[in-house]
């Protein structure tokens, strides 16, 4: 039976779409952006998170760990990544449930059975439930499949995603999806490059395709501090956006730095979060500057 994993389920959402919804995260994903609030779902493979919170400091997890993975550092635990072969001994001697393991694989079925504890109130409010993560793409064909079953049962659904991804995918499943909500990040490619590891060509394009086939489609910017809310960025941002047919409406997505605690609670050094100083972009003038080029901008997603 087919599994994907998941690494969240959270209900009652009212950002992620229209109404009330249930947003499904999906782990993976193939940007490794510097601002990203949920690191959790960049990588695709499983992981142990340790909570220093919850942490009773008795030190049964390095004791039961025979590869000497995990260690103390700087007053809590530090799990080597590279030595660590997840075999989960540390996560199950854990008396406080610090150390556990993110994300869970589930059956489609299970996928839908959580999905379907709410339909009620997507009925009450016009709502539905948005496949978020990571980026949901990267397990295409468990996507596909709850996809499927959602549009059997009439249920709005939004895909969250980060555009990264060979075009037939999002061709194969743009009957399926009644919202995209497509994140763009940058337009300048080398400054894409630097903050999320990867080229935005590929992102641009699959953009410009999906909106010239009557998909609902609407773009969402992370405005992040010093990146992309220069003029230049700004305005090279709205030349694009522009140029592509049927696009009317942008959220500016306002930073913040909840995530950052979370790199070191996943021992992920190899990932270069960086702090980006809060409520510093003027997005009351960014706003006024995209709405010049005949978008409906909302501020929040
Ligand atoms: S999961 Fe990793 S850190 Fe935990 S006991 Fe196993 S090898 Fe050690
Ligand atoms: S076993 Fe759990 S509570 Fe004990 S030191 Fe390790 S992480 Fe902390």
């Excluded at 959220?251 to 996943?266: D, M, P």
Aim: glycine content about 8%; some cysteine; proline content about 3%.
């Amino acid at each position: 039976m087919q599994t994907g994993c998941i690494f969240d389920i959270k209900r009652f959402a009212i950002h992620d779409g229209p109404g009330i919804r249930t947003t499904v995260f999906f782990k993976g994903c193939p940007l490794s952006c510097r601002w990203c609030h949920n690191p959790e779902g960049i990588n695709a493979n499983d992981e142990i998170i340790y909570r220093e919170n919850r942490c009773i400091h008795c030190d049964d997890c390095i004791s039961v760990c025979s590869l000497q993975a995990i260690t103390n550092r700087d007053g809590g635990k530090i799990i080597n990544t590279e030595i660590c072969d997840l075999c989960g001994k540390c996560v199950d001697i854990c008396p406080s449930t610090a150390l556990e393991f993110v994300g869970t694989n589930m059956t489609v079925s299970e996928v839908m059975g959580e999905i379907e504890k709410d339909t009620a109130f997507f009925d009450e409010s016009g709502g539905g439930v948005t496949f978020s993560g990571g980026d949901p793409l990267l397990q295409f064909d468990f996507l596909r499949k709850i996809l499927e079953q959602c549009r059997e049962r009439k249920i709005h659904t939004t895909l969250d995603l980060s555009g990264y991804c060979p075009y037939e995918s999002l061709e194969n499943i743009q009957n399926l999806v009644t919202l995209f909500l497509f994140d763009l990040k940058v337009y300048d490619e080398e400054i894409h490059r630097q903050y999320t590891g990867v080229s935005n060509r590929l992102i641009l394009s699959n953009l410009k395709k999906i909106t010239k086939n009557e998909n609902h489609v609407i773009v969402r910017i992370p405005v992040i501090p010093g990146v992309n809310d220069t003029e230049k960025e700004i305005d090279n941002i709205s030349r694009y956006l522009s140029s592509l047919s049927n696009l009317r409406e942008v959220h500016l997505l306002r930073h913040h730095n909840l995530g950052v605690s979370k790199y070191e609670q996943l021992s992920m050094p190899k990932f270069k979060i960086e702090c980006f100083p809060e409520g510093k972009s003027d997005l009351k003038r960014i706003r006024t500057e995209m709405e010049k080029h005949g978008f409906t901008i909302k501020i929040g997603g």
